[in-house]
């Protein structure tokens, strides 16, 4: 029975599983000390009510139609952290995701609202957007060794500006408020398709094609990633850039070529959010969008598989959601985005757990070889 | 009774899988130079750990001056008079000499200022006993490799050990710098130090040592008397075997020219100077051209110009009739090149790939790898891999999926030499191949080599072991500062007087 237990350790899946829900607890643990610490009797009710999320509601009706919603915010998640692995495996760390996103938003919203074109154009637009910032952050990489994290952070605010110009612009903008207009007023075509998702989520009109395109993008990069001839040259250029170079790869077109798609994956993920017509662009916004941070912490709580990415942009957005719940009588607005960002936090220790699983692997095996040694000569004799 | 410094008794140390060491016993007399000899993976490394703390033995106990210790870890080995000079050096490149030498016990007056006056004194009174000749204000980085080297004996020294561990540490020397370190070693011993030389190189153990314990495969083969013994006895002793020196080989018959380089000169990275100035050679179908000289010189950016790693500031390159001069490095890759690159860890290998993702590094495009529309054919892949390590008996820990990172540094340049020959190359370009490898795998490569040149290709040689060049080329050119200075039949010169082209001593008045 033992011995099955620790062969299943031995999976790497099983590790990254085990480390993550480890990193969960470790956040969850430190989110309830601060909560005793701050108002102590209504700190139970508090984590669970966190943990509940949508379950809280008291139909089955109510609870899908916030799973629903809880899903349409998933998908832009899970997309921004398909980009940061993507990157990440190809050796490159893209905080520029963020900034990414918001040209993403800003092309889709734009060409949506101001040309009415149809969502799938509008969503082709945000891609472009993102990957043309990508492809900067890429090329200063490669011309002018600018490390992707400063022309990324750089960009990030960059894209925000532009993106609040463009998109105050007339027609644009709706004149009564400090966001753009309704979509879904303006130019219905230009919302993403439901095709009767909907009706399956109580009838939660955000509930669209988003959902299932962004599992979709999560399968084909993980097929690219570890299937194709292109995903082995990426990887071959992150791990070991000399060596991509010294086997005749395109070792500096393949570093753009992935900061490109990793901005084209976070700016459709943007697509897949405002192309919903669940939220509008605050044109006076001042600080990025932490989409594109959190699709850090995803991709890492997630192991930097895109599957285990798709299960842990669900739970960070689960847990958003349920911090909503949180009786504000008892505790400030602020505690809900305090406990999701410990976790959040946390996540970064995701490989320091993996290593420690493994360690105690290599301690049980070395002692396990000690023990039978002598054994095996006790047998002899 | 003999005193003893350090002795290591019966010492067992198990892995997963494999028992690194097995009942070993090693003893250190007093001044004594005793030299541990064993192939890669004979447990060397396992056994010094041990004695620095690192890992705990199941079994066995270590007594220093005739009392049971314990060396929890290696400051306790430090606390106890053990140092070592590791092969890769460990210091700071932006310190100076002195700097390097005090870190970690700095003198400092009761304010914690620096008192570098007196360390100062002491090392020069160190290093004018032990003739370890450093400028102590000298950057690290500024100073030659045997400098630095002298830099880490002085640190061990400064600290005040009286058990030093010199691991490899011929590797990265020049000849002459080999024999100024043999001396220093003997004068060091003469003072009453005791001194473990870990090396392969037989030459060098002969030369140095009093005594020899020789390890195979983990376990304890013997320790014998250097002057009662011989290098055909200490080779059997450590590879099992008898093993020749010398490379059996055919006289070569060169054919038509494979690669013509006419009048290349390549940029340095380090300084103003170019690497490589004006240099034209030809290597031709069934000879084995080797380029001599010390390290340094400008032979790994001769090897980068042909390769196309760096661009050529000017020049021409022919391979098989075909201008390659500006052709990309895949280009030259399926025209027939294949490159064992001098750095196995920085361009020939991408560790963190198993090894058979490693195995068609150089091939991964080719149809039969993968499909018409971009995906691998993991299947084929998995069966050339496994081809490859059976034909050139590469081993690993898990076959064709072992990360590569995890396997010997013998098997990793197994495997790229498999790779590398398979691909059926027109020109093979081999860079040190045998670097930091021992007595069994150099003389299998260097059958290899010899195989490719007797199969009709041709094969351009690099190395620095004047015994590799003397024994396997048919033709010698001595690279010095950055030009060819001479050509040799590897029959009609001396290793002395390549020494002299090689030290840029004497060179040929017009080479051509």
Redesign the interface.
Known sequence: MKKKHSSILRFEGVQTLLASLLCILGGLLIGFIVLLIIEPSGAWEAITSVLESYFRYPSAKLQLKYLGQTLTRTAPLLMCSLSVLFAYKVGMFNIGAAGQYVAGACAALYVGIAFHMPWWVCMLAAILAGALLGAVSGMLKTFCNVNVVISGIMLNWIALYVTNMVLSTEGVKNPMSPYTMQLRGVNPGGLIPQMGLNTLFGNEKSVTIAIPLAIIMAIVVWVILN????G??L??TG??Y????????KENQNIIMTMMIAGALAGMGAALLYLTGIEEWETTISSVPAMGFNGIAVAFLGGLSPIGSILAAYFIQHITMGGGNVDLSVYCAQISSLISSLIIFLCAFVAFFKLAIKNHL?KR??A???AA?PKKGGDNA | MEQYAVEMLHITK????I?ANDDITLQLKKGEIHALLGENGAGKSTLMSVLFGLYTP?EGEIRMDGQAVKIRNPNDANARGIGMVHQHFKLVECFTVLDNIIMGVEPTNKLGFLQKKHAREKVLAMSEKYGLHVNPDALISDITVGMQQRTEILKMLYRENDILIFDEPTAVLTPQEIDELMQIMKNLAAEGKSILFISHKLNEIMAVADRCSVLRKGKYIGTVEIKNTTKAELSRMMVGRDVKFAVDKEEAKPADVVMDVQHMTVASKQHDNDAVRDVSFQVRRGEIVCIAGIDGNGQSELVFGV?G?EPLKSGKITMCGQDITKA???????SGMS?I?EDRH????????TLE?NMV??R??EPQF?NGI???K?GAIHAYAEKLIDQYDVRSGQGAVTVARSMSGGNQQKAIIAREIDKDPELLVAVQPTRGLDVGAIEYIHQQIVAQRDAGKAVLLVSLELDEVMNVSDRILVMYEGEIVGEFDPKKVTVEELGLYMAGAKREGVAQ
């Open positions: 299937k194709t001839k292109f082995y040259e990887k071959a791990y070991n000399h060596a991509a170079k010294y086997s005749g790869m290599r095996d070395e396990a070889a000690a040694l | 198990r892995f997963p899988g028992i199941e390769t790693l990309p490095i895949r280009k030259r890759s399926t490159h690159p920085k361009h020939g290998l991408v560790l963190d790939y993702d590094l150089q991964y495009f993968t971009g995906f691998l993991r």
